[in-house]
């Protein structure tokens, strides 16, 4: 919710979390005779598995692993935030300064890189899993991808879209879906990402507040909380009864083991006060600099933190925009 602040206050009530997962497709594992990947399995495990299911096999190629590098950085598992705190909760933009090259970056960076490095496993997109750049659909063993992502790749008519059904069924048809849990970064860890939060909102200028607010506190009740999750959303809620009713609307999912969507505590967010949230291009450190400009982690976050950001927020300042 540190991201939706605005002028230091909250106004945002949680419903519900698009919880980042680990999908993987059990009919390349099973081909090349490897194992699953399991609940709280580390990035040193997943990488050493990547490079099992990263092969040229005949004509086709499979690539290993993809997780979008935005979201890693943007939700990761330590909890780092990369704005510097100020003197006031209402910073003025010359006084925002961001922090990108801390050790706990650092470690983040080269955590990822190296399934990067992996031959033959170049990131494009983690729609791969199913469908996206690749010319032969299914032929990645792992992704990391959001909750929604599971019900529409287990073909729930509730998640499809109307027209795109025999589109989804042919593509299907490619993967046996296993989803786990996102790795960890230590072993013993249970920290996943930091949590892909949806909230219901109310505007100050809303003339029908107290309706809203009665709409918001059901929500945000039990009952609301339970209906959400028996159709396949993990609400903000995660009481007994809430994950006992995950996915009972949703038939597709009775024979895939969701035990992972509640499984670990989201990362926290750390020292966030005294700091205004800026859209800040993270997306420059990965897909810029070393996907595109073949930049090393460590000099690709340098620039970012010193060149591109302050950049960034100058020109927003000068349209006027405050964040």
Known sequence: MVKSRSDGGLYGVPVFVDEYLLFYNKKIFDKFKVAYPT?????????????????????????????????????????????????????DPSEIKVDLTSPGWHRLGDNLYRFLAI??????????????????PGHVAMAVDTLYKLNTYALSEIYVRDGQEETYQEL????????????????????????????????????????????????????????????????ALESDAVIANFGKNIPELADIDTSAVFWGQNAVMKNYQNTEYWDIPLYRVFRRHVLKDGMDVNSSLIVTETEDVPAYIKSKEGTGQDW
């Open 39 to 91: 609940k709280g399995m580390t990035y040193d495990k997943i990488y050493r598995l990547a490079t099992k299911v990263t092969k040229q096999d005949g004509l086709d190629a499979y690539k290993g692993y993809m997780q979008h590098p935005d979201n890693y950085l943007a939700f990761n598992q330590l909890g780092l935030y990369p704005f510097l705190p100020t003197q006031s909760e209402e910073p």
């Open 119 to 136: 031959p033959r496993n170049g990131f494009t997109t983690v729609d791969d899993f199913l469908r996206g750049d690749m010319s032969r």
């Open 172 to 235: 299907a048809k490619n993967i046996d879906i296993g989803v786990t849990s996102v790795p960890v970064l230590d072993p013993g860890s249970s920290t996943i990402y930091q949590p892909n939060t949806r909230a219901a909102f109310i505007p100050p200028q809303s003339t029908k507040q107290e309706q809203a607010f009665t709409i918001v506190k059901w929500l945000a009740s039990e009952e609301a909380q339970v209906e959400l999750s028996r159709n396949g959303i993990k609400g």
